[in-house]
């Protein structure tokens, strides 16, 4: 059993969540792009490196970060161009100013469930952006699920067929509301014979005006805020779609210039 079959297995991880289109590369270089990035790419929590290489592709100078080990082979192996190295979102150190850009997506930003994580990711960037820095982010929207439960604990079926055999997933979250957590149980049954594998996650539920207060006491300033369109909303972004002005739908997209140095410390 693994402590996380689809980051465990990458291969499985992209025939779950396929994306031959680059929907989320190509989003996040438009966001670059309407903001005047320069080159220099920090991926954070890039997984296996789809999104680094298509900004590769197009001319960027792309590092991407991950703490799975199997990630980062994979995306060396599959995804090359970019430099691929182990870092920790809840706190890195990659060298100060050294790039353009900071980009954290599908949610992997809300793996800092506390305070001090969120402030200790959020410093790291500040440290590893150049003056006029941008961070883009995408993510679930912790408002979304005030008094909605729509995606909420009624378990959802999903099956896929990968290299012949069938893989169904059994998932359900629930809020947990003391510790403003989104909570994920998923249950793995495949059709060869394996045993069952049960996976645990969760993503911190962070609110606009939270995730404002948040970047502006870390020194940015928010450029965009939004809930769509973006690379996972329905309908999806597409080229010449600009930002919407709402933030009420079930995710959030956030693009932010680092400013000045911040002036005050966050209590956790």
Request: with cysteine; aromatic share 6%.
């Amino acid at each position: 059993m693994t402590d996380n079959l689809l980051t465990d297995n990458p291969t499985l991880y992209e025939a779950r969540f396929p994306d031959p289109g680059r929907l989320a590369g190509r989003w996040t270089e438009d966001c670059l792009r309407r903001h005047g990035s320069g080159k220099r790419v920090l991926d954070l929590g890039c997984g296996t490196g789809r999104d680094a290489a298509h900004l590769h592709g197009v001319g960027r100078e792309v590092t991407g970060a991950d703490l799975s080990e199997a990630m980062l082979a994979h995306a060396r192996e599959r995804h090359p161009g970019p430099d691929y190295i182990r870092a920790d979102l809840h706190g890195f150190d990659l060298g100060q100013g050294v790039f353009d850009a900071v980009v954290c997506l599908d949610s992997a930003l809300l793996y800092c469930h506390t305070n001090d994580q969120l402030d200790g990711f959020l410093s790291s960037c500040r440290r590893a952006l150049a003056p006029g820095g941008l961070l883009v982010a995408e993510m679930r929207n912790g408002a979304y699920f005030l008094g909605r439960t729509d995606l909420l604990d009624t378990p959802r079926v999903n099956e896929f067929t990968w290299r012949g055999t069938v893989h169904r997933s059994v998932t359900t979250l629930t809020v947990d509301r003391t510790d403003q957590l989104l909570r994920r149980r998923r249950v793995w049954t495949a059709d060869d014979g394996s045993r069952p594998v049960e996976q645990r996650s969760a993503w911190r539920l962070l609110f606009p005006q939270e995730l404002r207060h948040l970047l502006a006491a870390h020194g940015f300033e928010v450029l965009e805020l939004h809930d769509g369109p973006g690379p996972r909303t329905e309908p999806p972004w597409h080229e010449g779609l600009l930002p919407g002005r709402t933030t009420d739908a079930d995710r959030l997209h956030v693009v932010a210039r680092s400013t000045k140095p911040p002036t005050g410390t966050i209590t956790p």
